[in-house]
């Protein structure tokens, strides 16, 4: 497999800890979305991803962009460990808080949408990740364990990390979240969360290395 990543893309993190979670190896091609006007734009990565977007991951023969349909393809062909719990209430749930993370909160405030934003897009990008987070942190007080929904790993924990990253990049005051800081917590100390942090990664620049 060969997955087209930027190491600050808290989607293509998102499908990095899948793929570590999964023991499944791969090959990584950095986009540098800000360096040369951002490669994504590039007429080589449109042909590959029209969307222009990362990730994007070449495997079994096929390429797939949008980081649930390639972790849905890695669930699907890897069932090890699950990440979709068996349990069809539970399973809802994951799907429900990840899509209100991958739908509801990160697009709002995107790379893309920010460079729209001008002066105001720190306050932008504050605003969408606080109403969000006051929704999400009232859902996770009713599904969490341990993890976002139970005490195993599902793919709503694979999307809350990346976000709350993004949220304290935009310097997020996270006090009023107790539930999602916790659960944060305890992913950061899993091997997969942490070989896959975008402070690790073969792009990341040295001044931001962990």
Same mark, same amino acid.
């Given at each position: ?17 899948a ?13 540098n979305l800000?360096?040369?006007?951002g490669?994504?734009?590039? @007429? ?18 096929i ?15 890897h069932?090890n ?19 209100h993370?991958?739908?509801?909160i ?18 932008w ?16 007080q009713?599904? @969490?364990g ?13 999307c809350?990390?990346?976000?709350? @990253?993004?949220a ?22 899993l ?7 975008p ?10 290395? @962990?």
């Amino acid at each position: 497999p060969i997955l087209y990543s930027y190491f600050r893309s808290s989607c293509s993190w998102r499908v990095r800890i899948a793929l570590a979670l999964k023991g499944i190896s791969y090959d990584l091609v950095p986009v540098n979305l800000i360096k040369d006007g951002g490669q994504q734009f590039s @007429a080589e990565y449109k042909a590959l991803n029209p969307m222009q977007q990362v990730p994007a991951l070449k495997i079994d023969g096929i390429t797939i962009s949008q980081s649930l349909a390639i972790i849905n393809y890695l669930e699907e062909t890897h069932p090890n460990p699950r990440l979709l719990p068996q349990d069809p209430k539970k399973r809802a749930q994951v799907r429900m808080i990840a899509d209100h993370i991958v739908s509801g909160i990160q697009p709002l405030q995107n790379l893309s949408v920010l460079k729209q934003m001008g002066e105001k897009k720190m306050e932008w990008a504050q605003n969408c990740i606080t109403s969000g987070f006051q929704a999400l942190e009232q859902i996770l007080q009713h599904t @969490a364990g341990h993890y976002c929904v139970g005490d195993e790993v599902s793919m709503a924990d694979l999307c809350l990390a990346p976000q709350v @990253a993004n949220a304290e990049r935009f310097k997020v005051d996270m006090g009023p979240y107790p539930t999602i800081t916790r659960i944060n917590k305890a992913l950061l100390e899993l091997e997969a969360f942490k070989i896959s942090h975008p402070s690790r990664q073969p792009d990341t620049p040295a001044e931001l290395r @962990a």
